[in-house]
DNA sequence: GAAGTGTTTGACCAGACGGTCAAGATCACG
DNA sequence: CGTGATCTTGACCGTCTGGTCAAACACTTC
């Protein structure tokens, strides 16, 4: 898969560069729609040059989702079955709209990956993304079963945690059109907002 | 702006055919991602001839945006303000539900636009939907200053309500790949899990 | 400081893409 | 059925874009 590790610190630093500036470019015009010219802007290199550290176009793209999605997915990782049930997922909320908040590059990458058909993920989706997924889900029927949380699908439990939280890094410009704030206020009011309202619709009669 | 209405009926025909080819080619490569040939394929013209009814690939698109935009809004303007809370709110988000099932195209068509940075369509944005949310959030606000919905900060409100129904069709392979319907049953379990989360959410203790 | 390896780039290419144009086919209507 | 307006298309153009290549440059090691 991965090419070995880069070797030689210049070659490090370059990969980083060149990720950083991909994932800026691609986040914000799609794959289709980012050119390698206007990456290597970014990067501050030349277009050859980019090519000489990643083969092409398709790599980086790869190298960049690839390298994500370990961090994308890790909250998810972090839900302890030992918790307890409504205080676990609230935190997980909670943790997955600070990433909105703090990498909305990396949330936007996925976003267009994956409304557009995902044809460069789809085998990492149905492999690694599905497991992790099953596995969490049945821990969440676990704790329905033993009435520490109201009845829920845990399926689209945690489908409604990625839509809500992701909201406000993907739809970034649709959420600031209709609240004006000024910097990232509004995610305080998100805050709050999620946070009561999986508390009160998780929380068992 | 627009052009005046189509005169003909071939116009009329051919310019339906257009933009349900542009709908479908637009909102599973974005924009940049299709190309006029596609679209000339799809609606069994050839290109100079797309460029006879629609003077450029951006007036098609942004001939689709406006005429679904409209559409797209309509569930928002038909909450009643002098319906019961709860129930208003409920039926609302399974009709947005409902459009992400059977109208996915359109939803992802703006999925691409926003998340891309709305360039095209911004000013729709910070005008048209902007005065229709604060609207429907004023009324919202003023259910739970009388006490008939639990207390919720209105503007987030609608967000997740976008994002948790908008999800299963911007999102669909993601949920197919973890899902794995057959056809389109998961939106039973979706039905239900929403309906009965926001009810419980919403509900005023 | 020579030699070999690793790094950088200007010039270039082939294909794709949005768009044009002039000529031909078809249609509406008196 | 003739005639003007509408509709359709093959051929073509300029630009953009991903990618190549050979030559130059830098860095390390002995």
Same mark, same amino acid.
Request: net charge negative.
């Given at each position: ?22 994932? !800026? ?22 277009? =050859? ?25 890790? =909250? ?58 099953? !596995? ?9 079963? !033993?009435?520490?949380?109201? =009845? ?51 929380? =068992?009669?």
């Amino acid at each position: 898969m991965t090419t070995a590790a880069p070797q030689t610190r210049i070659q490090k630093r370059n990969r980083e560069v060149i990720l950083n500036a991909a994932l !800026e470019v691609f986040s914000t015009h799609g794959f289709r729609g980012a050119t390698l010219d206007q990456i290597a802007a970014a990067a501050g290199l030349s277009k =050859p040059n980019l090519l000489y550290y990643f083969g092409s176009k398709d790599a980086i793209h790869i190298a960049l989702l690839e390298g994500l999605m370990e961090t994308w997915l890790a =909250p998810l990782k972090e839900i302890d079955p030992k918790g307890e049930p409504v205080e676990e997922l609230v935190a997980y909320v909670l943790h997955k709209l600070q990433m909105a908040r703090d990498f909305p590059r990396e949330s936007r990458l996925f976003a267009n990956e994956i409304v557009q058909g995902a044809p460069r993920i789809a085998p990492q989706i149905d492999g690694l993304l599905k497991a992790l997924v099953d !596995e969490k889900a049945a821990e969440i029927a676990r704790w329905v079963e !033993e009435g520490r949380l109201a =009845p829920v699908d845990p399926h689209h439990l945690i489908f409604s945690i990625w839509a809500t939280t992701q909201h406000y890094a993907d739809f970034d410009v649709q959420v600031r059109g209709i609240l004006r704030p000024k910097g990232t206020e509004h995610f305080d009011a998100a805050t709050e907002f999620l946070a009561a309202f999986y508390r009160r619709a998780l929380t =068992p009669a």
